[in-house]
Structures are given as C-alpha cells and as structure tokens.
C-alpha cells in the first residue's frame, strides 16, 4: 500500500528538510568577493550583497553588468537581461562555494564554481602608473601589420591544436605569399600564475613557447593577448582570463622568452582599476610598451583600448605600432559600413610604423555579401588598416581567397604613398575615395553603401599628380576587383555600382611615351 501523503512520518520528513534548507540559508550571507572559475574559461569576479534571500551582483572588475537574483533553499539563481542575457544557477555547497552553471542566452551553458575570494584579489588596488614621456619607436611595422587572428571567429573556444592548424593553412593557402605573417593568439589561453607570480597558459594552451617554435618553423611569426587589467574581457567559456597588471614586466620578459613577436593589450578590467581619462589610458599602455621594449625582442605593439581619448594622437607616444579606433567589429554590414567610413576622418593621423585600427576583418565569417566583404576590403586598403584575417583559414572559399589574398589590393593596403585616404566626393550614400600611391599613381573607390544600384562617378582632372595636368599625359586604369584594364576617355569615369558593393581603381600615368 502506498503511503498516505499525509502521514504523519512523512510529514515528519518534509518539515525537517525545510528546517535544514531554511537554516542553511539563513545562515549563509553570501555578501562578500566571488569569483566564478570555469575550467580552462577564467575567471570573473563579482561582488556580492545579500540582504534577506535577495542577492545582487556587481562586477568590481571587468565590463560584466550588474546581476540580481535570490538565494532559496541553498539555491541560488542570480540573472541580468539584455541582449546577452546571462544567468547563473547554483547549488550552496557549503559558505565558500557554490556550483554553478552559467547560462547566456543563444550560448551553451557553462559549468563552474563561485569560490569565496579576498577583495584585494577580486579588486586590487590601483598601483602608480609612471610619469608620461614618449616610448622610442621599436622599428616596427613600417606598413600595416598582415596576419590572422583568433577572436573573429573562435572567440575563446579555440585551442593549441587550432592554431597549428592556421599557421598550416596560412602557408597552404597562399596567404603567406600574399603577404600574411602573424598568427595572433587572442584571448582564452591563459589559466593564471604560476608560484612565482609568472604567467601559464590553460589545458587548452598546455605549452605556449612550443606553439610559438610551431608557428616559426612555417616561416611565420606569433602573437599573443593580455591586458593592463587584472583581467581580460571576458570570453565566450565563463569569464575573463589573466591579465598582466602588476606583472607587466614579467609577462613582457615571459613573451619574448617564449618567443612572441606581436602582442595585443586589451583594455578589458583595466577600466575597474585606473580612470577613463587619456592620461590613465596613455600611462597603461606607455608602462607595457617600456616593457616590450626592455625585453630586447622585436614585438609589434597593438593597442586595443577602443580609441578611448582619441588614442589616434598618442598611440605612438606609448609605442604602439597600430591601435584600435572603435569598438568591435560584428560580421555584419551596418557594423562594417559604420566602423570602417568613421576612419575617414582620422585618417591623417597615419604613418610608418603607428596605424590606426579600425578592427580586424570579418571577410569569410558568413555574415556579408561578396560585395560586402569586397567593400571591407577595399576600404580597409585604402585606409592602410591592418589586415588581420577573422576567419577560419582552414576552410575558405575560392571567393573568400580571392577577396583576401587580391595581390592589387593588398597593394595599396601596403603602399608607402605619401598622403592618405580622403574623400573626394559624398553625395547621399554614393562615396568616391581617393588615395595618393607611390609612383604617382592613385587608388580610386567607387563606394555604393545605400540599398539601390547606384551610378558613381568622378572627373580624371580631379586626380592630381605630381608632374602636372593629367591631360598633357596618358593614364591607365585598372579595376583592381575584375581585373582589368578601364577606357580612360573623356572628362569623367562613371560606373554603375550595385548595392554595398565597390569599384577599386587603380590610376597611373602610362609609362612610354606621352600623349
Ligand atoms: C575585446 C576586443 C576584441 C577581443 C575581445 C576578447 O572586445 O576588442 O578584439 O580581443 O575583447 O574578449
């Protein structure tokens, strides 16, 4: 016979389990510094305030938002909304600890621990920055730093065995030939430090100085990411990795030890440490490139503190070979189309060795036309921006490679011309770009970002070359994207161009005799 709901043992039974939870949870207080580990996904940490069975969250460190939640019967469940909605459930294990799984919305779930933790370690205190003065130039990338990197695409779900493969498939591509050099290992392959303070990489990244003589021994060279923060930003698998505040000599020491050419410094929580004045950024970045530099080995500087203070002034001042411009970048036109026309007017502020970054590219993640890739690339030459792929290099399309790997294109990117990139014309959405090359020659494009085919158009006699008027010599044209010559005829060049799609001109003066 089955037992009665309401028998009294039962009963008995229900009412001390309660007790027990309810004890469990009025004793915990789980106010205090937490930090939420996730194997091989770092760290983020949170602070927490508990008043009743009500929790709220706030990340002392990191670009995390604001969490609320309850603690109920040893169960905890702390969410913020959003787009990226996140949610952490857990279960109390004992005051100290709770397992938890993490949740962000269109995500797979990630299972981790909050672990009790110091608020010197969750939120160290702010350490003096040194005294402004200007990091001599490394020397460095004399042009636009070529390579590939990891974050575009993989995020922080990406291991050594990936990377391998993308220096593989750089030199069996073509892409090295083109001109690509650098695999950049972004953020997700730390795990923390070591007893003596030096920075490890994660079960994902079990020996980074052997990647690094993988990488060189196909002929290209490597980088790696860290921030100024305690923390990175916060990846796709839980939470931030190790950054190099406090360590940044160390760690500069430990990248050129291992072998690294390139690193990529990312604001990330530095902003829960220093303030958000130009000052504070410029003293960050000037401390990492002091220390770059001291270690002796040649490593390009790429700063990425999202154009903050308008970094374009003094990027080079803190010894960085390029530095991002803008927030990142999304495999999608209207973020492409914005990020990439906003450079025009910081364009001057380009030159040998100090380039403006206006994010690495999308082309061949899926998310833009041919046009739109093809537009992304033109304007990313014209601008001289580095060219650092986003893709899976493993797997890419005849269309992909040709977009990429376009030897005329990647020319002008690469060309050592005198002046930059200006706008010759806007009228509504149709822009003409023009940029001065070397050997008297100019790139032309011919830009359609609006929603209907468009006819673009410019006068020749607008091009201005050295050696006098264009009509007391011949030009030639080539269309850089079809690859073939264009009738130079006439006062004007006018094309029909499709939807978010480009005409690249390359114009020069015919060589041979004159008119
Ligand atoms: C920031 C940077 C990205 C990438 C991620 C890693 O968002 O701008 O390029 O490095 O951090 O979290």
Redesign the pocket.
Known sequence: MRPSPFHPRRWAVAAALTLAALAASAQIDLTGYWAFRVKDGGVNYMQLQQTGETVVSVSPAGRGGSLAGTLHDGKLHLAATGPRATAYDGAVENANRIAVTMQVTGRDAVKGTLERVTREEALPSRLPLPQLRDVPDNGLGRTPPMGWNS?NKFADVFDDSTVRGMADAMVASGMSKAGYTYIVV??GWTSGRDANGNIAGNGKFPDMQALAAYVHSKGLKIGI?SSPGPQ????KMGGGYQGSYGHEEQDARTFAEWGYDYL?Y?W?SAGGIYGPTREEHQGAYQKMGEALLKTGRPMVYSM?Q?GVGDVWKWGAKAGGNLW?TTI?IADRWESMDRIGFAQLDIAGYVQPGHWNDP??LEVGNGGMTADEYRTHMSLWCLLSAPLMAGNDLRTMTDETKSILMNPDVIAIDQDRGPRPVVRMSQQGTSEVLVRPLSGNAFAVGLFNRGNQPAEIGFRWDALKFDSGLYGFRRLQAQDVWKHEPVQVSGDTYTATVPSHAVVLLRVSIASGRGF
């Open positions: 974050w972004d953020e990411y990175s930003c916060s990846g990529k990312d990330c990425c999202y991002r990142d994010d690495m």
